[in-house]
Protein backbone atom coordinates (compact mmCIF):
# COMPACT_ATOMS: atom_id res chain seq x y z
CA UNK A 1 0.00 0.00 0.00
CA UNK A 2 3.12 2.29 1.04
CA UNK A 3 4.32 1.96 -2.48
CA UNK A 4 0.90 2.90 -4.25
CA UNK A 5 1.01 6.41 -1.92
CA UNK A 6 4.35 6.97 -2.88
CA UNK A 7 3.73 6.70 -6.98
CA UNK A 8 0.44 8.65 -6.22
CA UNK A 9 2.50 11.70 -4.63
CA UNK A 10 4.98 11.56 -7.49
CA UNK A 11 2.77 10.77 -10.22
CA UNK A 12 -0.90 11.87 -9.60
CA UNK A 13 -0.19 15.33 -8.04
CA UNK A 14 -1.39 14.13 -4.84
CA UNK A 15 1.15 15.94 -2.60
CA UNK A 16 3.10 13.69 -0.19
CA UNK A 17 1.37 14.02 3.48
CA UNK A 18 1.93 17.52 5.23
CA UNK A 19 2.63 19.33 1.88
CA UNK A 20 -0.01 21.62 0.30
CA UNK A 21 -2.05 21.71 -3.35
CA UNK A 22 0.60 24.55 -4.42
CA UNK A 23 3.63 21.56 -4.06
CA UNK A 24 2.08 18.91 -6.38
CA UNK A 25 2.38 19.45 -10.12
CA UNK A 26 1.06 17.99 -13.09
CA UNK A 27 3.61 15.11 -14.01
CA UNK A 28 2.61 16.45 -18.18
CA UNK A 29 4.76 19.36 -19.11
CA UNK A 30 3.65 21.86 -22.37
CA UNK A 31 5.50 19.94 -24.85
CA UNK A 32 4.26 16.42 -23.57
CA UNK A 33 3.30 14.04 -26.58
CA UNK A 34 -0.84 12.11 -25.89
CA UNK A 35 -1.77 9.28 -27.63
CA UNK A 36 -4.72 7.74 -28.19
CA UNK A 37 -5.04 4.53 -25.75
CA UNK A 38 -5.17 0.93 -27.09
CA UNK A 39 -5.90 -2.31 -25.63
CA UNK A 40 -2.33 -4.09 -24.65
CA UNK A 41 -3.61 -7.19 -22.75
CA UNK A 42 -4.90 -9.45 -25.64
CA UNK A 43 -3.65 -12.84 -23.57
CA UNK A 44 -3.70 -14.48 -20.10
CA UNK A 45 0.57 -14.56 -20.01
CA UNK A 46 0.12 -10.26 -20.76
CA UNK A 47 -2.11 -10.10 -17.11
CA UNK A 48 2.02 -10.19 -15.41
CA UNK A 49 2.18 -6.79 -18.12
CA UNK A 50 -0.40 -5.17 -16.51
CA UNK A 51 0.70 -6.33 -13.12
CA UNK A 52 4.00 -4.37 -13.56
CA UNK A 53 2.63 -1.24 -15.64
CA UNK A 54 2.89 2.55 -14.62
CA UNK A 55 -0.94 2.27 -15.43
CA UNK A 56 -1.74 -0.56 -12.35
CA UNK A 57 0.72 1.34 -10.12
CA UNK A 58 -0.64 4.92 -11.09
CA UNK A 59 -4.44 3.66 -11.01
CA UNK A 60 -4.27 2.06 -7.62
CA UNK A 61 -2.41 4.62 -6.11
CA UNK A 62 -4.91 6.97 -7.24
CA UNK A 63 -7.74 4.78 -5.55
CA UNK A 64 -5.78 4.51 -2.70
CA UNK A 65 -5.11 7.75 -2.18
CA UNK A 66 -9.20 8.92 -2.25
CA UNK A 67 -10.01 5.59 0.13
CA UNK A 68 -7.89 7.76 2.40
CA UNK A 69 -9.19 11.02 2.11
CA UNK A 70 -12.67 9.96 2.90
CA UNK A 71 -12.15 8.05 6.14
CA UNK A 72 -14.96 9.11 8.38
CA UNK A 73 -16.38 11.77 5.78
CA UNK A 74 -20.12 12.06 5.35
CA UNK A 75 -21.07 12.54 1.47
CA UNK A 76 -22.91 16.20 2.59
CA UNK A 77 -19.56 17.35 5.02
CA UNK A 78 -17.99 20.50 3.35
CA UNK A 79 -15.55 20.73 0.93
CA UNK A 80 -13.96 22.24 -1.71
CA UNK A 81 -16.00 22.51 -5.24
CA UNK A 82 -13.83 23.62 -8.31
CA UNK A 83 -14.40 25.08 -11.70
CA UNK A 84 -13.28 21.95 -13.32
CA UNK A 85 -15.63 19.76 -10.61
CA UNK A 86 -18.51 21.98 -11.71
CA UNK A 87 -17.66 21.07 -15.86
CA UNK A 88 -17.65 17.66 -14.66
CA UNK A 89 -20.89 17.74 -13.26
CA UNK A 90 -22.38 19.67 -16.23
CA UNK A 91 -20.90 16.69 -18.64
CA UNK A 92 -22.47 14.15 -16.29
CA UNK A 93 -25.49 16.44 -16.61
CA UNK A 94 -25.36 16.25 -20.04
CA UNK A 95 -24.87 12.28 -20.34
CA UNK A 96 -28.22 12.42 -17.78
CA UNK A 97 -30.20 14.62 -20.10
CA UNK A 98 -29.04 12.46 -23.33
CA UNK A 99 -31.08 9.54 -21.39
CA UNK A 100 -34.10 11.74 -21.26
CA UNK A 101 -34.38 12.62 -24.59
CA UNK A 102 -33.84 8.63 -25.96
CA UNK A 103 -36.56 6.95 -24.17
CA UNK A 104 -36.31 3.14 -24.60
CA UNK A 105 -38.02 1.41 -27.68
CA UNK A 106 -40.64 -1.15 -27.53
CA UNK A 107 -39.01 -4.63 -28.34
CA UNK A 108 -39.34 -8.77 -27.47
CA UNK A 109 -36.63 -8.92 -25.23
CA UNK A 110 -36.77 -7.47 -21.97
CA UNK A 111 -33.07 -6.78 -21.13
CA UNK A 112 -30.65 -4.79 -23.57
CA UNK A 113 -32.92 -1.92 -24.56
CA UNK A 114 -31.75 -1.17 -28.16
CA UNK A 115 -32.40 2.75 -27.46
CA UNK A 116 -29.07 2.68 -25.38
CA UNK A 117 -27.26 2.32 -28.99
CA UNK A 118 -28.52 5.73 -30.01
CA UNK A 119 -28.13 7.29 -26.64
CA UNK A 120 -24.20 5.06 -26.80
CA UNK A 121 -23.73 7.11 -30.50
CA UNK A 122 -24.33 10.38 -29.35
CA UNK A 123 -21.66 10.04 -26.58
CA UNK A 124 -19.27 8.67 -29.19
CA UNK A 125 -19.23 11.49 -31.16
CA UNK A 126 -19.73 14.14 -28.61
CA UNK A 127 -16.84 12.60 -26.29
CA UNK A 128 -14.19 14.63 -27.51
CA UNK A 129 -15.47 17.93 -27.22
CA UNK A 130 -17.55 17.36 -23.68
CA UNK A 131 -13.73 16.40 -22.62
CA UNK A 132 -12.18 19.74 -24.18
CA UNK A 133 -15.00 21.58 -22.31
CA UNK A 134 -13.16 20.03 -19.02
CA UNK A 135 -9.88 20.94 -19.80
CA UNK A 136 -7.84 23.80 -18.93
CA UNK A 137 -6.85 26.32 -22.31
CA UNK A 138 -2.60 24.83 -22.00
CA UNK A 139 -4.34 20.82 -22.34
CA UNK A 140 -6.56 20.97 -24.89
CA UNK A 141 -4.32 18.33 -27.00
CA UNK A 142 -4.97 15.28 -23.76
CA UNK A 143 -8.45 15.30 -24.98
CA UNK A 144 -8.67 12.38 -27.70
CA UNK A 145 -6.68 10.65 -25.10
CA UNK A 146 -8.99 11.26 -22.24
CA UNK A 147 -12.09 10.74 -23.96
CA UNK A 148 -11.62 6.68 -24.58
CA UNK A 149 -12.14 6.48 -21.17
CA UNK A 150 -15.00 8.47 -20.78
CA UNK A 151 -16.60 6.34 -23.71
CA UNK A 152 -15.77 3.19 -22.04
CA UNK A 153 -16.86 4.43 -18.90
CA UNK A 154 -20.60 3.50 -19.80
CA UNK A 155 -21.39 0.05 -20.51
CA UNK A 156 -20.71 -1.63 -23.95
CA UNK A 157 -22.91 -0.96 -27.22
CA UNK A 158 -22.76 -4.06 -28.24
CA UNK A 159 -23.49 -5.99 -25.90
CA UNK A 160 -25.77 -3.74 -23.94
CA UNK A 161 -24.03 -4.44 -20.77
CA UNK A 162 -22.34 -2.60 -17.69
CA UNK A 163 -19.55 -3.55 -15.42
CA UNK A 164 -16.57 -3.01 -12.68
CA UNK A 165 -14.62 -2.89 -15.70
CA UNK A 166 -16.55 0.05 -17.23
CA UNK A 167 -16.76 1.76 -13.47
CA UNK A 168 -12.63 1.16 -13.63
CA UNK A 169 -12.61 3.56 -16.64
CA UNK A 170 -14.60 6.35 -15.35
CA UNK A 171 -11.62 5.46 -11.99
CA UNK A 172 -9.19 6.05 -15.11
CA UNK A 173 -10.75 9.29 -16.87
CA UNK A 174 -10.57 10.75 -13.12
CA UNK A 175 -7.04 10.05 -12.48
CA UNK A 176 -5.70 10.86 -16.21
CA UNK A 177 -7.78 14.58 -15.27
CA UNK A 178 -5.71 14.90 -12.26
CA UNK A 179 -2.46 13.76 -14.43
CA UNK A 180 -3.24 16.78 -16.52
CA UNK A 181 -3.69 19.03 -13.66
CA UNK A 182 -6.77 20.01 -14.31
CA UNK A 183 -7.88 17.96 -11.00
CA UNK A 184 -5.81 19.00 -8.00
CA UNK A 185 -4.80 17.97 -4.76
CA UNK A 186 -7.58 19.96 -3.10
CA UNK A 187 -10.45 18.31 -5.02
CA UNK A 188 -10.15 14.67 -3.37
CA UNK A 189 -13.28 14.78 -1.53
CA UNK A 190 -15.17 16.34 -4.31
CA UNK A 191 -14.18 13.87 -6.93
CA UNK A 192 -15.90 10.84 -5.16
CA UNK A 193 -18.81 12.76 -3.20
CA UNK A 194 -19.68 15.13 -6.18
CA UNK A 195 -18.38 13.40 -9.70
CA UNK A 196 -18.14 9.81 -8.72
CA UNK A 197 -21.72 9.84 -7.16
CA UNK A 198 -23.01 11.86 -9.75
CA UNK A 199 -21.29 9.18 -11.92
CA UNK A 200 -23.29 5.85 -10.38
CA UNK A 201 -26.48 7.69 -10.33
CA UNK A 202 -26.37 8.53 -13.88
CA UNK A 203 -25.29 5.08 -14.22
CA UNK A 204 -28.20 3.62 -12.20
CA UNK A 205 -30.57 5.36 -14.57
CA UNK A 206 -28.97 3.62 -17.55
CA UNK A 207 -29.01 0.69 -16.16
CA UNK A 208 -32.37 0.88 -15.23
CA UNK A 209 -33.84 2.59 -18.46
CA UNK A 210 -32.04 0.30 -20.94
CA UNK A 211 -32.07 -2.81 -18.59
CA UNK A 212 -28.56 -3.50 -19.07
CA UNK A 213 -27.22 -7.05 -18.78
CA UNK A 214 -24.45 -6.92 -15.86
CA UNK A 215 -20.90 -7.67 -17.35
CA UNK A 216 -19.29 -10.83 -16.17
CA UNK A 217 -21.65 -11.06 -13.47
CA UNK A 218 -21.06 -13.80 -10.51
CA UNK A 219 -24.58 -13.78 -9.92
CA UNK A 220 -25.14 -14.41 -5.63
CA UNK A 221 -21.39 -15.11 -5.54
CA UNK A 222 -20.29 -11.32 -6.41
CA UNK A 223 -20.23 -8.52 -4.17
CA UNK A 224 -22.76 -6.58 -6.60
CA UNK A 225 -24.02 -7.24 -10.46
CA UNK A 226 -22.03 -3.19 -11.59
CA UNK A 227 -19.95 -2.00 -8.90
CA UNK A 228 -17.19 -2.16 -6.74
CA UNK A 229 -15.61 0.73 -6.11
CA UNK A 230 -18.77 3.15 -3.86
CA UNK A 231 -18.05 -0.28 -1.34
CA UNK A 232 -14.68 0.55 -1.00
CA UNK A 233 -14.82 4.11 -0.43
CA UNK A 234 -18.16 4.23 1.40
CA UNK A 235 -16.57 1.82 3.91
CA UNK A 236 -13.79 4.09 4.46
CA UNK A 237 -16.34 7.07 4.89
CA UNK A 238 -17.69 4.37 7.87
CA UNK A 239 -14.04 3.89 9.52
CA UNK A 240 -14.05 4.61 13.50
CA UNK A 241 -18.30 5.75 13.33
CA UNK A 242 -19.23 5.68 16.89
CA UNK A 243 -22.53 4.07 16.12
CA UNK A 244 -22.80 2.09 12.95
CA UNK A 245 -21.30 -0.96 12.56
CA UNK A 246 -20.96 -3.59 9.47
CA UNK A 247 -23.71 -5.88 11.09
CA UNK A 248 -25.87 -2.83 10.41
CA UNK A 249 -26.29 -1.98 6.99
CA UNK A 250 -28.80 -4.67 5.70
CA UNK A 251 -31.19 -3.17 8.48
CA UNK A 252 -33.28 -1.51 6.10
CA UNK A 253 -34.41 1.50 8.44
CA UNK A 254 -30.60 2.23 9.14
CA UNK A 255 -30.45 2.77 5.05
CA UNK A 256 -33.47 4.73 4.64
CA UNK A 257 -32.26 6.89 7.45
CA UNK A 258 -28.60 7.65 6.34
CA UNK A 259 -27.98 6.88 2.62
CA UNK A 260 -27.76 10.47 1.83
CA UNK A 261 -24.45 10.58 3.95
CA UNK A 262 -22.80 7.40 3.29
CA UNK A 263 -21.85 5.99 -0.47
CA UNK A 264 -22.38 2.20 1.07
CA UNK A 265 -25.82 2.78 2.15
CA UNK A 266 -26.64 4.49 -1.43
CA UNK A 267 -25.41 1.04 -2.95
CA UNK A 268 -27.27 -0.91 -0.46
CA UNK A 269 -30.45 0.70 -0.94
CA UNK A 270 -30.10 0.91 -5.18
CA UNK A 271 -29.52 -3.10 -4.37
CA UNK A 272 -33.03 -3.64 -2.24
CA UNK A 273 -34.83 -1.49 -5.09
CA UNK A 274 -33.74 -3.51 -7.70
CA UNK A 275 -33.91 -7.07 -5.75
CA UNK A 276 -36.54 -8.98 -4.40
CA UNK A 277 -36.03 -12.18 -1.73
CA UNK A 278 -34.08 -12.18 1.06
CA UNK A 279 -30.66 -10.17 1.24
CA UNK A 280 -28.57 -12.89 2.20
CA UNK A 281 -30.10 -15.15 -0.93
CA UNK A 282 -29.59 -12.03 -3.69
CA UNK A 283 -26.56 -10.94 -1.66
CA UNK A 284 -24.67 -13.69 -0.33
CA UNK A 285 -20.93 -11.48 -0.37
CA UNK A 286 -22.50 -8.44 1.02
CA UNK A 287 -24.45 -10.24 4.18
CA UNK A 288 -20.83 -12.44 4.61
CA UNK A 289 -18.97 -9.06 4.69
CA UNK A 290 -22.03 -7.76 7.47
CA UNK A 291 -20.45 -10.10 9.69
CA UNK A 292 -17.37 -8.73 9.62
CA UNK A 293 -16.66 -6.83 13.01
CA UNK A 294 -15.03 -3.29 12.19
CA UNK A 295 -14.92 -1.04 9.18
CA UNK A 296 -11.49 -0.83 8.86
CA UNK A 297 -11.15 -4.59 8.29
CA UNK A 298 -14.08 -4.40 5.50
CA UNK A 299 -12.36 -1.28 3.88
CA UNK A 300 -9.21 -3.92 3.73
CA UNK A 301 -10.89 -6.86 2.78
CA UNK A 302 -12.59 -5.17 0.13
CA UNK A 303 -9.36 -3.55 -1.63
CA UNK A 304 -7.55 -6.87 -1.81
CA UNK A 305 -11.25 -8.41 -3.10
CA UNK A 306 -10.86 -5.48 -5.74
CA UNK A 307 -7.18 -6.76 -6.97
CA UNK A 308 -8.15 -9.96 -6.66
CA UNK A 309 -11.87 -10.15 -8.29
CA UNK A 310 -11.61 -7.02 -10.68
CA UNK A 311 -7.86 -5.85 -11.50
CA UNK A 312 -6.06 -9.33 -12.09
CA UNK A 313 -9.11 -10.81 -13.81
CA UNK A 314 -8.15 -11.24 -17.73
CA UNK A 315 -11.85 -10.95 -18.92
CA UNK A 316 -11.90 -7.75 -17.05
CA UNK A 317 -8.15 -5.89 -17.99
CA UNK A 318 -8.58 -7.42 -21.38
CA UNK A 319 -10.46 -4.40 -22.21
CA UNK A 320 -8.34 -1.37 -20.30
CA UNK A 321 -6.85 0.64 -22.92
CA UNK A 322 -3.43 2.34 -22.29
CA UNK A 323 -2.27 5.72 -23.64
CA UNK A 324 0.72 8.12 -22.25
CA UNK A 325 -1.12 8.64 -19.25
CA UNK A 326 -1.89 5.76 -18.25
CA UNK A 327 1.04 3.87 -19.74
CA UNK A 328 1.87 -0.26 -20.12
CA UNK A 329 5.89 0.48 -19.53
CA UNK A 330 6.85 -0.79 -16.36
CA UNK A 331 6.46 1.15 -13.45
CA UNK A 332 9.16 3.57 -11.94
CA UNK A 333 11.21 2.13 -9.23
Same mark, same amino acid.
Given at each position: ??????????????????????????????????????????????????????????? &?????? @????????? @??????????????????????????????????? #????? !?????????????????????? $???????????????????????????????? $?? $????????????? #??????????????????????? %?????? *???? /?????????? %????????????????????????? =????? *????? +??????????? =??????? !?????? @???? /??????????????? &? +?????? =??????????????????????
Amino acid at each position: MICYQLTVSKILMYAVPGSTPEDATPEVTANFTFMVPKKEISMVPDMGKWKRSQAYADY &MGFILT @LNEALKGKK @LTCEYKVSETVEKLLDLLGTLDRWINETPPVDQPS #RFGNK !AYRTWYAKLDQEAEALVAAVLP $ADRQAAAPEIAVYLKESVGNSTRIDYGTGHEA $AF $AAFLCCLCKVGAL #RVDDQLAIVFKVFNRYLHVMRKL %QRTYRM *EPAG /SQGVWGLDDF %QFLPFIWGSSQFIDHPTLEPRHFID =ERVVN *EHHQD +YMFLECIKFIN =EMKTGPF !AEHSNQ @LWNI /SAVPTWSKVNQGLIR &M +YKAECL =EKFPVIQHFKFGSLLSIQPAKP
